[in-house]
């Protein structure tokens, strides 16, 4: 499959920065309020234009966490987190061609370029779903690296 979809990861944070070419998608159990949509709409656009709201639900471990994850200081390796251990689990339950297909298909309905998963933790901690997500990816024959900052 020759894919030539752009996808990056991010965080809450940082969508105050993003360029009109980006569209943030959230990977998260629970967003923050600014970023959910009004009751009954899918997304909406923020005063700059960006589109905010839009989440990619196979992506998000829906149990609540079923573990609690033991990284006090948020930066052991991966490997030893239960939590995260979980996540790689859940992705290799993700049907790929299917949720390319719908992130290509939001890309054309916004006329954007990339679509940037969202995560709730900064790059410097090392126990988040990002780097499982990149990992993901780059399985499947897609870069996906953090978004350079600034934007």
């Known amino acids: 499959m020759n894919i030539m979809i752009k996808i990056k990861t991010s965080y809450f944070y940082q969508i105050r920065n993003f360029t009109p070419n980006l569209i943030p998608v959230s990977t998260c159990l629970r967003d923050p309020d ?3 949509p009004p009751q009954g709409e899918e997304y909406y656009r923020d005063k700059r234009g960006i589109v905010c709201g839009l989440r990619y ?3 998000i471990v829906q149990s609540q966490g079923t573990h609690y994850c033991p990284c006090e200081n948020k930066n052991i390796l ?3 987190c239960p939590t995260m251990k979980e996540y790689r689990q859940l992705l ?6 299917k949720m390319i297909k719908a992130f290509e298909f939001c890309l054309n ?3 954007k370029d990339t679509i940037v998963l969202i995560v709730y933790e ?4 090392l126990c988040s779903e990002r780097v499982a997500l990149q990992d993901y990816f780059c399985s499947h024959g897609i870069k996906c690296k953090e978004l350079n900052y600034p934007i």
């Open 57 to 59: 639900e196979p992506l």
């Open 122 to 125: 900064a790059p410097n901690n």
């Open 109 to 111: 309905k916004f006329n």
């Open 34 to 36: 600014w970023y959910r």
């Open 78 to 80: 991966q490997g030893n």
């Open 92 to 97: 290799e339950t993700v049907d790929f061609d």
